[in-house]
């Protein structure tokens, strides 16, 4: 069926390191896909998106792709900071406006 | 962007009594709202489509008579657990689709709802 499959963590790296976390989903059409943040005790926060194949979507240092070929979207950056701790959850659009959400990757950045 | 907020964002409350959970669309209005449970390090869980003016859509194995919504307004969800219990401790949250304005597909979450039952 329809789903995300996200790179288990947790994942700690130092700071200035490169991060790159794995999506890949698996859809009958061709959904919109995203990924969101969460500060700890917060809630979801949209990073990027991206709504169609090849399309790439950026913000704050993080891009990713819309792999057609691959059904992937990996979220990468090239040099992270503290102030990236977070759970970044990888996310498609399905129908009736509802989501599918990946299990979630916590990051944690040392200095 | 649009923004969603949830009041409150914080109640504790004792086994058995009910609690209410707003969710409001600030500067925009939505005929649906979704509400999403949140288990301590896991993903959201889809409970239920809210829309305006109808009953609400509930996914499979969530009790709709525990988990009342009620969507009375174009800016207004309420989520109310009832009869709470230990085990319905949990992060809520709520989103909404920007409507006509907004992009293909997106959502707009709340803050989130942390809920603790004693």
């Known amino acids: 069926g329809d789903s995300v499959t996200q790179m288990e963590g947790p994942v700690t790296l130092s700071e200035e390191a490169f991060l790159t976390i794995n999506c890949t989903y698996t859809?009958?059409?061709?959904?919109?896909l995203f990924w969101y943040v969460q500060y700890p005790g917060e809630g979801l926060q949209l990073l990027l998106k991206?709504?169609?194949?090849?399309d790439k979507g950026s913000n704050k240092g993080f891009e990713a792709t819309y792999r057609k070929e691959t059904t992937s979207f990996h979220l990468e950056k090239g040099s992270v900071q503290v102030s990236d701790s977070a759970v970044y959850f990888c996310?498609?659009?399905?129908?009736?406006?509802?989501?599918?959400f990946g299990t979630g990757t916590s990051l944690t950045v040392i200095p | 962007g649009a923004v969603v907020s949830q009041h409150p964002s914080r109640v504790i409350c004792k086994s058995g009594t009910s609690v209410k959970i707003e969710c409001r669309s600030l500067?925009?209005?939505?005929?649906?709202m979704f509400w999403y449970r949140q288990f301590p390090k896991q993903s959201l869980m889809l409970m239920a489509t809210?829309?305006?003016?109808?009953?609400?859509?509930?996914e499979q194995g969530v009790e709709k008579d525990k988990f009342l919504i009620n969507h009375a307004s174009l800016t207004l969800s309420t989520l109310t657990v009832t009869s709470a219990h230990p085990e319905d401790s949990s992060f809520y949250i709520c989103?909404?689709?920007?409507?006509?304005?907004?992009?293909?597909?997106?959502?707009?979450f709340g803050p989130g709802t942390r809920l603790t039952v004693l």
């Open positions: 991206a709504t169609k194949a090849d």
């Open positions: 809210s829309n305006e003016g109808s009953k609400a859509t509930y």
């Open positions: 989103s909404a689709p920007p409507g006509a304005s907004g992009a293909r597909n997106e959502q707009f």
């Open positions: 996310a498609r659009s399905a129908s009736g406006n509802q989501f599918y």
């Open positions: 500067d925009f209005q939505a005929t649906t």
């Open positions: 859809a009958t059409g061709y959904p919109s």
